[in-house]
């Protein structure tokens, strides 16, 4: 191999060198801005971290909305058919926000599965569920009927 190609050669695995290295970083970088989706059954059996952002979807649970007199506080319950995750919010809701509906809440789980939102998608049609919310209720059971406004009675 002659100088040159020596040359060559090592600015090559330099530069990829480089890049991995690089890449590496991006990765872990945006390992904390990543938020991932748990169900209110995947809460309650503790495979949702604490303390760290996540997103948890599923129905807003008739009975369960009480807001605040005083400020624009609210608290409701999300369910998926088996199990119940208390949520606090303290912004206004999304319009379409009510009980009976989709949703999905981003935000942080504490030590006793209290969920605290930082944002709360609603779903924007008649029809649409989103993917997540509909999967983990139907996989608990509930019926999800496209052509109502309301899920349907559990699976016989």
């Not at 991932?36 to 303390?51: F, L, R």
């Not at 995750?85 to 809440?105: C, N, S, W």
């Amino acid at each position: 191999m002659t100088p040159k190609q020596k040359q060559r050669a090592i600015i090559v695995v330099g530069l990829v060198v480089i890049t991995l290295a690089a890449i590496g970083l991006l990765i872990y970088a945006s390992r904390s801005e990543l938020n991932y989706y748990y169900s209110p059954v995947e809460v309650k059996e503790g495979k949702a971290p604490v303390d760290r952002s996540i997103r948890i979807g599923g129905l807003v649970a008739p009975g369960s909305l009480v807001k605040s007199d005083e400020v624009i506080d609210v608290a409701f319950d999300i369910m998926d058919g088996q199990d119940r995750v208390h949520v606090t919010y303290d912004k206004m809701l999304p319009d379409l926000f009510r009980e009976g509906q989709g949703v999905i809440a981003t935000g942080v789980l504490d030590d006793n599965h209290h969920f605290t939102a930082t944002e709360i998608l609603a779903k924007h049609d008649e029809t649409y569920m989103p993917p997540e919310v509909k999967a983990s209720l139907e996989k608990s059971g509930i019926v999800i009927d496209e052509n109502s406004r309301h899920p349907g009675a559990p699976k016989e």
